[in-house]
């Protein structure tokens, strides 16, 4: 076959495209040539082996979408799947995906690997020996469903629905298993959110009631972000590639990053803050718009509480917008690029040149703050806080270039059942009374709170989550797994190995991204987009045209996808109906009989995302089969400025608008196909509904607070014992140099390399070539002085133990700090990812632990040849085991950085050496405990948390009250 024969056929070529008939995807030039095969002709795609070069050989394949679950950005992928064999040759982005736009991290890719990975789970497991002895059997599914349907069955009979619990790591889907939860009327749901962006999202919700920023990268004249957002952030697919956009259009990047990190070296301004002194740079730039009057005021007067403010901090004095100005200049005068780079290190100048940028850039300034220093510090949240302030002051929210809320560039269909059940009870384990402002559960103190309340949980799932590896004080959480007077039955939902599933009783084998079914939606740009992960294999099955009905079967081994599992185990939970809970995973075509997972997106995808049917029926198809041929659907993009929108007349029966301007209706709220989670905010004394607030005479939606506007100052922090710090303003970390003990440091352990992701990656081969070991940064004027260079062992002592890790000395850290990378340091005792897990002995003496490495990895001999050629052997050194759980009294977050000492090796170190006393873990809990304000001191009304705040598995409305004292006798 010639190459003109070729041409013929393939060539990419725009017009040559385009006049076959089908779909131009553009390049990287964005001009001429395609950069993805049509869709027209993604059912039986030809192109040319590349390993078979120079020979002409072709290869048949079924391009199926389906989206990464490598993190949460689910950006698209398509599967090359071999007509004739029916493998999955390769992923590559799929070019219908509107966040992601057809291009991938390189996590994406390696999807592949972890697919084939030799190492990989195929089939249900059950302990035979003691918990982390090692000793498994296989176990048919019916006879796991039967064992654990039957003990949540029981729990339930009985009252004891707080023994029940699901601990998930990124969820991967939107709702799905919240939705099971309360259905089965337990308040069991625990996430990892506070080990991870809670800091950051508390800062948000305080400002506007939703949680999460939207940055619209693309159009803006100012890109800030708080990390390493292009290297490692967590959109970092999605979010570089319209940084990058951005920066093409002429926007000026600036970053707040210790660390020359790759985003750093992007930069026009990179500022090495000092951990912790974000928010004094931050109020020194606010500080420069406020003296100089380049802040909207307009804005401002229209949309911030600050009369709500006056009246309560400055009750004497008249309620007027100058008299607030007045008092704002006041508020932050102290703010001043000298006091800034006094506490960051950071220059004057630099500073200056900074808050110059975001002055000029107006209402098109895009920011970003996820985890990095919000995630690091104590009162990180306030990073967060400030960093919105300057939005809110250019009035730099929702409009063309600016930051948008999470809420409005997202979609959640409505499903089939939406269960109007809440929890009856309140889960003390999850949500305990000390911390009542926790934006999320206070998962990663699960162990220390066992013990404080003599806790027990009778089930408990592990889903996509490693807490022994991921969480802080990882010790701990084996002393609790493996007892069985606080876990009575583990399980294990994962694909792969990892260190918590060693500790399991049942390890279930649940699909990869390419072997599983989700629905996501996130805020990557301000427009609105579902995108559909479906099960490869089945897919290719149906287009075959046989019959498939579970996806059990058509994954390899015994491999399974946890929406079936949960409807399955819902019906063995409730077998006959009489608990009221299999009534939501029935179906609807066929009364009595089981929902299938068909049916379930099948209804969504037909009644609950707009625009979708009319976009399956230019096909000739069905919305679900449209999904599953594209795998993604965007429904609408410029969202705009929904807190302007005016509301309609129709909303407005029996108009009520109270003092503060909020209005309130009798009109029923019209229903909506979108559920995204809002906060609930609270009828007026009569009961009529929240409908927005009046501005300028006129009902506006506004926003969801508890007074329709972006609030400046938090009545929440004030009423519930923080009028310190109602305001967004900076207070010290618990790593500031005055709180430094002498010869200590900082230690910065929230970034990561960009191609490890948590847990997940471990079975990636590809990654894990490219990084597998993370050095302790260290600036050569603290090396020198002990006698360090690169490569040499050190020794990095934690309040509660130590690691032994090699040095790399770089003028890229901040002087005065050190940093060691996560997604590092796999383990195993046995059976494991032999890829990526170092072989370990665990050595326990009362609370006296020690983890020693026996050995990295290397080549072994497997199904996949690639396997032999490993040529590396290190993995990385475990360093979260060493660190104390450090929870933010307000946010709850877990204080990533830590104060630690560094020192050369001593004799009989070794490399990879984990030591800790978890009685000291104990004691450092208790000392962080102190801390807090609980809401038995502090609540304004007798409950145990703001109703108002946004919460997973809502319990009902009784279930938030405190507790009544028990009568003494």
Not at 56 to 65: D, F, H, I, N
Not at 259 to 288: C, F, I, K, M
Not at 385 to 409: C, D, I, K, Q, Y
Not at 446 to 467: A, C, I
Request: with cysteine; net charge negative; proline share 7%.
């Amino acid at each position: 076959m010639s190459t003109n024969d070729l041409n013929e056929r393939v060539l990419a070529a725009k017009a040559d495209v385009e006049a076959r008939g089908e779909t131009f995807y553009p390049g990287a030039s964005r001009i001429h040539l395609a950069a993805f095969p049509p869709k027209e002709r993604w059912s039986d795609w030809v192109e040319l082996d590349s390993k078979a070069w120079p020979e002409k050989v072709e290869r048949r394949y079924a391009l199926v979408p389906t989206t990464c679950f490598n993190c949460e950005s689910a950006c698209g992928l398509l599967a090359y799947v071999d007509r004739d064999t029916l493998e999955v040759r390769k992923f590559e982005g799929n070019p219908e995906h509107p966040g992601s736009r057809g291009r991938n991290c390189a996590k994406g890719p390696a999807t592949l690997n972890q697919i084939t990975d030799p190492d990989r789970i195929l089939a249900p497991l059950r302990r035979v020996g003691e918990r982390g002895e090692g000793k498994w059997e296989p176990v048919a599914w019916d006879d796991a469903l039967d064992d654990i349907a039957g003990r949540i069955r029981a729990a339930l009979l009985e009252e004891r629905h707080e023994e029940v619990m699901y601990h998930v790591g990124r969820p991967g889907e939107d709702g799905f298993t919240e939705r099971t939860l309360a259905a089965w009327g337990v308040d069991g749901h625990n996430s990892h959110t506070n080990i991870c962006s809670s800091g950051a999202r508390a800062g948000y919700h305080f400002w506007m009631g939703m949680d999460r920023p939207s940055p619209d990268h693309v159009n803006a004249d100012a890109i800030l972000l708080v990390s390493s957002h292009l290297e490692a952030g967590h959109y970092f697919n999605p979010h570089a590639q319209r940084v990058m956009e951005g920066k093409k259009n002429g926007a000026k990047l600036i970053v707040f990053d210790t660390r020359l990190s790759n985003t750093a070296t992007h930069a026009d301004h990179w500022l090495s803050t000092y951990p912790g002194s974000e928010a004094a740079v931050l109020l020194a730039v606010a500080n420069h718009l406020i003296q100089t009057g380049a802040y909207n005021a307009g804005f401002v007067e229209r949309w911030w509480n600050w009369k709500e403010y006056l009246e309560e901090v400055h009750p004497d004095e008249s309620p007027t917008f100058a008299r607030f100005q007045a008092a704002l200049a006041d508020l932050y005068s102290s703010y001043t690029f000298e006091f800034a780079a006094r506490e960051s290190g950071v220059p004057e100048a630099t500073i200056r040149a900074v808050a110059e940028v975001v002055a000029g850039a107006g209402t098109r300034l895009s920011t970003h703050n996820w985890r990095s220093a919000a995630a690091g510090n104590l009162g990180g949240w306030q990073v967060a806080r400030t960093l919105f302030l300057l939005n809110a002051l250019m009035g730099a929210v929702a409009v063309p270039g600016s930051t948008f809320p999470n809420s409005w560039n997202k979609y959640v269909p409505r499903p089939i059942h939406l269960p109007p059940r809440h929890p009856a009870h309140w889960n003390e384990l999850t949500w305990p009374h000390e911390y009542p402002l926790s934006l999320m559960e206070m998962s990663f103190l699960l162990p220390h709170l066992m013990e404080k309340q003599d806790g027990y949980v009778d089930v408990y799932f592990t889903r996509v989550y490693n807490p022994v590896w991921t969480n802080p004080d990882g010790f701990s959480w084996i002393e609790m797994l493996t007892n069985p007077d606080r876990i009575g039955l583990h399980i294990a939902l994962t694909p792969t190995w990892n260190e918590t599933a060693f500790f399991a009783d049942y390890v279930l084998p649940m699909g990869h991204s390419a072997e599983r079914h989700d629905l996501t939606s996130y805020e990557q740009y301000d427009g609105r987009w579902i995108g559909f992960r479906q099960p490869v294999g089945r897919r290719m099955k149906e287009m075959a045209g046989e019959a498939v009905t579970t996806t059990l079967g058509t994954n390899p081994g015994e491999v399974w996808e946890e929406n079936e599992f949960w409807m399955e185990l819902t019906w063995r939970i409730d077998p006959d109906g009489a608990l009221g809970i299999r009534s939501f995973f029935e179906s609807r075509e066929r009364p009595g009989e089981k929902l299938s997972v068909d049916e379930y997106y099948g209804w969504m995808f037909e009644n609950s995302v707009p625009g979708l049917p009319e976009a399956a029926a230019a096909d000739g198809v069905s919305p679900l089969e449209y999904m599953r041929r594209y795998g993604a659907f965007e429904i609408s993009r410029q969202v705009g400025a929904v807190y302007e929108e005016e509301v309609p007349e129709a909303e407005l029966e029996d108009l009520h608008v109270d003092g503060a301007g909020r209005a309130f209706t009798r009109a029923p709220k019209p229903p909506s196909k979108n559920v995204v989670p809002l906060p609930p905010l609270d009828p007026d004394d009569d009961g009529r509904r929240r409908v927005g607030v009046e501005v300028g005479g006129t009902v506006l939606r506004g926003w969801p607070t508890k007074t329709g506007k972006l609030e400046f100052w938090s009545r929440t922090l004030a009423e519930w014992g923080w009028q310190e710090l109602a305001i967004p303003t900076y207070a010290k970390s618990h790593v500031h140099p005055d709180r430094l003990e002498s010869g200590q440091f900082c230690l910065i352990s929230t970034f990561r390399l960009p191609v490890q992701i948590h847990t997940r990656s471990a079975n990636a081969k590809w990654l894990n070539e490219i990084a597998h070991t993370n050095p302790l940064w260290l600036h050569p004027t603290d090396a020198r002085p002990m006698g360090v260079e690169t490569g040499d062992l050190v020794r990095v002592e934690t309040r509660i133990g130590h690691f032994v890790v090699k040095a790399w000395v770089t003028e890229g850290i901040h002087p005065g700090v050190v940093a060691c990378s996560h997604h590092m340091g796999r383990w195993r005792l046995r059976e494991g990812q032999r890829l990526s897990m170092g072989t370990a002995d665990l050595d326990q003496q009362g609370p006296a632990w020690k983890l020693t490495r026996k050995k990295g990895t290397g080549p072994f001999q497997s199904p996949d040849a690639d396997t032999s050629r490993i040529w590396w052997t290190d993995v990385g050194v475990h360093q979260n085991m060493t660190f104390p759980v450090q929870p933010d009294p307000i946010s709850g977050a877990h204080c990533w950085h830590q104060a630690v000492r560094v020192t050369p090796a001593r004799s009989g170190d070794r490399y990879g050496d984990i030591v800790v006393d978890t009685e000291r873990s104990r004691e450092a809990f208790q000392d962080w405990l102190t801390l807090a304000r609980p809401a038995e001191a502090h609540s304004p009304d007798g409950t145990r948390r703001p109703y108002w705040l946004l919460r997973p598995v809502r319990p009902e409305r009784e279930a938030y009250k405190l507790p009544k004292e028990p009568e003494s006798v």
